[in-house]
């Protein structure tokens, strides 16, 4: 199997890869996350319009660069090297994927404004009580003439202070933890009845709980059948999880290069750190977990169309790999940089965060390997 990346994925990667080495240094990037907005809008404007990154997996004859998973990887990875706070996960991996799979005149309206940099999506999925349990949800759903009405409580929604619109997933039938009676809809962010309390996160990002308080949305805001989207919400959660993983291996090679870096250049007893061989190891042994966590995701995201036991025990391979890679990789980074390492004045310190964030983004390392166990055993 050929793994190399063709001409033009090469091209989104060098051309991303320059763009965010350009605009989004560790000082702008802190300067960013301090304002009050948390983020400049010209930035996802220029991915949008001057490179058409944000139309990466999408079709040509939707106006996008006729890419899929692959490209997503590829993005995001570059990402998670610059520790950009830029909403490509949930507004064109998890909001594109749900439109692609569910097609319909919602998909035709927001995939070119997806593209055009016009709509940001955010995710409203996980619930307090609901730990990594997608069909787990007390938000209702209950139908009210030709539409519905919602009512709940979503966590940790990730970029909803700067939403268009939200992608909601809502029990519409059956009990609490039932597979069946699980729908999705996709609302305009600004619908009454929305509360929001936004926060930062701890890794610079931006999120919301949201409150749903009687909120009335039109009948075509469901998107796929209703009571029957669990599917549908589990294939777009794994295709999430694999850009994590990609993400995770960006964050990973500059935790690696920083420290490699710092090596060099701090001395102790008249030599430099790096010259120490428990030191050497130590680097070696995280540029490892770097190569590991990368061949995995590709493998991960390679077999994300493959049946669904398949899939997902691939996903949660690369996740459960990722998790401990990220734990290695970061804390030894910490280690070696010493208390410098979790200052905000160093970037290494901000890594460290986002990779502890990551840990847990869409299941722990735990979580994966229980499915994966799960998964292996026989009927």
């Not at 594109?96 to 940001?120: F, N, T, Y």
């Not at 804390?331 to 290494?348: C, F, N, R, Y």
């Not at 460290?352 to 722990?364: D, H, L, P, V, W």
């Not at 735990?366 to 166990?373: E, I, P, S």
């Amino acid at each position: 199997m050929d793994f190399t990346f063709n001409e033009t994925q090469e091209m989104l990667r060098d051309t991303l890869a320059r763009f965010l080495a350009d605009t989004y240094d560790f000082e702008t990037r802190r300067k960013m996350i301090a304002s009050d907005a948390g983020r400049d809008p010209g930035i996802w404007r220029a991915l949008a319009t001057e490179l058409g990154i944000l139309g990466a997996p999408f079709g040509e004859e939707q106006g996008g660069l006729g890419g899929g998973a692959l490209e997503n990887m590829i993005v995001m990875e570059q990402m998670g090297e610059a520790i950009a706070i830029e909403p490509y996960l949930q507004t064109v991996v998890v909001g594109g994927g749900a439109l692609k799979a569910a097609g319909g005149p919602q998909a035709e309206a927001l995939i070119p404004a997806i593209i055009g940099g016009d709509a940001i999506i955010a995710f409203a999925y996980a619930e307090p009580q609901g730990r990594y349990e997608l069909q787990n949800l007390r938000t209702t759903a209950r139908r009210d003439g030709a539409g519905w009405v919602l009512n709940g409580h979503k966590g940790v929604v990730y970029a909803a202070p700067w939403a268009t619109h939200l992608l909601v997933t809502a029990r519409t039938g059956g009990g609490q933890r039932e597979d069946q009676g699980v729908s999705l809809f996709l609302i305009e962010a600004n619908t009454p009845g929305i509360v929001r309390r936004d926060y930062p996160t701890v890794d610079g990002f931006r999120a919301s709980e949201i409150y749903f308080e009687n909120v009335s949305v039109p009948g075509d805001a469901l998107l796929g059948g209703e009571g029957d989207a669990l599917p549908l919400i589990e294939k777009i959660v794994d295709e999430a999880t694999a850009s994590v993983c990609a993400e995770g291996t960006g964050v990973m090679r500059r935790l690696h290069a920083g420290t490699m870096d710092y090596a060099k250049q701090r001395k102790q007893f008249g030599r430099a750190i790096a010259d120490f061989q428990v030191l050497q190891h130590r680097m070696v042994d995280m540029f490892m977990e770097v190569e590991q966590a990368a061949s995995m995701t590709l493998m991960a995201t390679l077999k994300l169309d493959l049946p669904e036991a398949e899939r997902k025990a691939a996903v949660s391979q690369a996740k459960a790999k990722l998790g401990k890679g990220l734990k290695f990789t970061g804390q030894s980074a910490v280690q070696i940089h010493g208390g410098i390492g979790i200052t905000d004045e160093l970037a290494i310190g901000h890594y460290f965060k986002r990779a502890t964030m990551i840990e847990n983004q869409f299941g722990s390392t735990d979580h994966h390997l229980a499915r994966f166990q799960h998964l292996s055993m026989p009927d």
